[in-house]
């Protein structure tokens, strides 16, 4: 059983930064893969970004790539979102999530255990 709690989201203003974290309960954080989704109001749950359980290899979703930077810190069973450049429509409620299915799952269904979310605000 692994227990996730995100932090660090807020209201910020378009063009600045946020950093989400997603402290984990288990030691064998290290066994998962780690992703973020997204969810705005009245739309669907979407992948936003996943690394692997080593934190070696990192995938994003087009609407994020060379905005955003997914991260890890096993040792502090800890991952991370960077977000910079944020713009309007990055306003969601952000999950973090853990995955012991393949290496870079990008599928909702692929992952095991999921945190409560964190809100993120964009004012344009």
């Known amino acids: 059983q692994v227990q996730l709690v995100e932090s660090g989201g807020g209201l910020v203003q378009a063009g600045g930064s946020l950093r989400l974290s997603c402290a984990a309960s288990?030691?064998?954080?290290?066994?998962?893969?780690m992703g973020w989704f997204r969810q705005a109001p009245g739309k669907e749950r979407v992948f936003v970004a996943v690394i692997s359980k080593s934190g070696g290899s990192t995938n994003y979703a087009d609407s994020v790539k060379g905005r955003f930077t997914i991260s890890r810190d096993n040792a502090k069973n800890t991952g991370y979102l960077q977000m910079n450049s944020l713009k309007a429509e990055d306003t969601a409620v952000y999950y973090c999530?853990?995955?012991?299915?393949?290496?870079?799952?990008?599928?909702?269904?692929?992952?095991?255990?999921w945190g409560q979310g964190t809100q993120v605000t964009v004012s344009s």
């Open positions: 288990s030691r064998t954080f290290s066994s998962y893969a």
């Open positions: 999530a853990a995955s012991s299915f393949g290496f870079l799952p990008r599928r909702l269904i692929e992952y095991n255990y």
